[in-house]
């Protein structure tokens, strides 16, 4: 199951398709064992605990794995906007994953209630961090990486944290522990304790700086190698000519899907960028996509070689 789910977060994320990564999102097979992991401090259980890190450890090392492998076969090395969005973590997802695992253990405690784990699932993100830390590395993207980990770190803390206070708040204790069992819970607590108001700051900080800045997101994304490589060689057969850039417009008011920029010295025919148009469309195959192609005339270009 853990498998299939990080295929489908991979490939979902690759795609650009936030439908699909929903759909990874509902198989969640890390969270029961982060919900055990809970419920062992509720019960003082370490043989409970225990077994439910390490489950959480194989699954995680699996998955990064097979998401960093679905990555490097994948022709392209495109980031896209899923992959980015879990790579800038804050406190609100802090706060998210805290008040989920509160809500999926008490689902999972009552009978009538075990529909609305799907929900918390997908609230609590947990195979799609980890898959956009998987393709990152495997584009070497290290920061994203880095950042989509501590998505997956903070989940991770926040939800046993949670599990544990809500089992606890229905009832379950650990009146019957014996005192090194009881030992066991209080320095877990307190090792994940640490660990929230660590992460707390930094992911504090990160807050803070989006609402000064914004959520940084660039002006186009890129197109795939494929159809980048193939402009480039159309027009490196026109001496003088130079691609600026090419890519998709990331601002939803903007009518067209493609855009392209050139620069040249002189001016350009319309059927010039008529043949970029028609390589775009074959290459992404998509005869409906709209092409937008500018020229920048009187363009010149300075290079100068650095002294060894």
């Known amino acids: 199951m853990l498998g299939l789910a990080t295929a489908i977060a991979s490939l979902g994320l690759l795609q650009d398709s936030p439908a699909v990564v929903i759909g990874s999102m509902l198989l969640a097979p890390l969270m029961t064992p982060m919900i055990g992991a809970g419920l062992s401090l509720a019960q003082a259980n370490p043989k409970l605990g225990m077994n439910s890190m390490r489950a959480i450890a194989c699954g995680a090392v699996l998955t990064l794995a097979i998401s960093c492998l679905i990555a490097t076969v994948t022709p392209g090395e495109e980031m896209t906007s899923e992959v980015l969005a879990r790579g800038n973590p804050n406190v609100l997802d802090l706060m998210i994953a805290l008040l989920s695992a ?4 008490y689902a999972l405690a009552r009978p009538n209630l075990v529909g609305a784990v799907a929900g918390v699932a997908i609230a609590t993100a947990l195979v799609p961090p980890l898959c956009s830390a998987g393709i990152s590395m495997a584009y070497r993207q290290y920061a994203v990486a880095l950042g989509a980990a501590l998505l997956f770190v ?4 926040a939800i046993i944290l949670g599990a544990a206070r809500t089992f606890h708040y229905l009832g379950v204790t650990t009146i019957a522990a014996s005192a090194r069992q009881r030992r066991w819970v209080y320095r877990t607590l307190a090792v994940l304790g640490v660990v929230m108001v660590g992460l707390a700051f930094p992911l504090g900080y990160a807050l803070e700086r989006n609402i000064d800045l914004g959520r940084p997101q660039p002006a186009m994304y890129p197109l795939t190698r494929a159809v ?5 060689e159309h027009v490196a057969r026109t001496p003088g000519v130079d691609l600026v850039s090419a890519g998709r417009p990331s601002s939803l008011h903007d009518a067209a899907d493609v855009v392209v920029v050139l620069a040249s010295p002189r001016d350009l025919p319309q059927s010039f960028g008529e043949e970029l148009a028609d390589i ?10 709209v092409v937008d192609v500018h020229c920048l005339q009187e363009a010149w270009k300075a290079s100068r070689r650095g002294k060894r």
């Open 154 to 157: 903070t989940n991770l803390v």
């Open 102 to 105: 509160c809500a999926a253990a």
């Open 280 to 289: 775009v469309h074959r290459e992404m195959g998509d005869d409906d996509l």
């Open 228 to 232: 980048e490589e193939a402009l480039v």
